[in-house]
C-alpha cells in the first residue's frame, strides 16, 4: 500500500514495515498481482508483489544464495535444474554461475514481472535470461510439473507467500508434481515463509511434503526485509544424507564451484539446518 510517501507491507494484520519512497520507477496491476517497483535510500530498488516485499537490491544475496547454492552443492552432481517463480532471475542468476549446471527450466507465472525486473532490477538476473541455457516458460507451476515430462535433480520453488497465485506452489499437488519430475537423488527446496511468524505454514508443508518424499525438513536464513527472524525454506529429497554432509565435502565441492559468493560458505550451509526447538515441537506434533 503506497500511503503519502511510504509503502506499508500489508502481509500481516498487526505488524509490519514501512519503507521511504524515493522515486517509484513502475506501478501496475498486471495480468495476476499488484507490481510496484521503487528506490529506498536504506535498500535500494525494491520489488513488491500485492503488497508483499519481494527482494531487494540489498538484501537480495542472502536469500538467493541460501536457496541455491544449499541444494546444489548437497546434491553434488546436478545437471538440470527447475525455478518455479523466480521472475527477477535472482535465483536464475546464482544456478547459473554453476558451471556444471548444463540446463536451467524456469517457470514464472507473470511475463511482467520478469520484464520489469529486466528493466528496473537489471542487476538480478544480470544477463541470466540470455544464457543460452536458459529455457523461460511462462506458466502456472503446478501446471507446468503436473504435466512435466522431463527431470530434473533440483527444483527450487521461489514463489510469493500463499496468497494469490502463489497459492497453488504449497499445496499437495504442487509437491506431487515436483517429485515427479525430479531424479532419485534429486532434492526440491522451497521459499516457505517467515517460521517465527507463519509457523503453519512450517507444520502445514511437512504434512503435505511427507507423502512424497522420504526425507524432508527445514533450513533458514535470516533475511532483513523478511521481517519477523528466519525465513524458513523447505527441503525434501529421498535421501537424508544430502543433508548431512562433513563440512569437507561441502567446502571441497564449494572450492570447485570456484564461485564466490557474500553469504553463502559451507558452515553457514551445514549450520543452516539447525533450527530452534520451537520450530522442532511444532514439526513433532
Ligand atoms: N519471494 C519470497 C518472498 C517471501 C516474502 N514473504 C515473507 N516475508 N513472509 C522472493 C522472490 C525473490 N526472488
Known sequence: MVKGERYLETLYNSYGQSFSIDKVLFESQTEH???IIFDNAQFGRVMALDGVIQTTEKDEFIYHEMLTHTP???HGNAKRVLIIGGGDGGILREVLRHQRIE???MVEIDASVVEMCKTYLPNHSAGAFDDPRTNLVICDGREFVRNCQDKFDVIISDSTDPIGPGEALFT???YQGC???LNDDGILVT???VCFMQLDEVTTTAKRLSPYFSDQSFYKAAVPTYIGGDMTFAWASHNPQQRQHN????RARFEQANIRTRWYTP????GSFALPQYVLDALAE
Open 72 to 74: 546444489i552443492l548437497a
Open 247 to 250: 563440512i569437507d565435502t561441502i
Open 191 to 193: 521459499q516457505n515463509g
Open 179 to 181: 517429485a515427479n519430475c
Open 267 to 270: 558452515q553457514l550451509h551445514l
Open 103 to 105: 540446463h536451467v527450466t
Open 33 to 35: 498481482q499488484h507490481l
Open 172 to 174: 499437495s499437488d504442487f
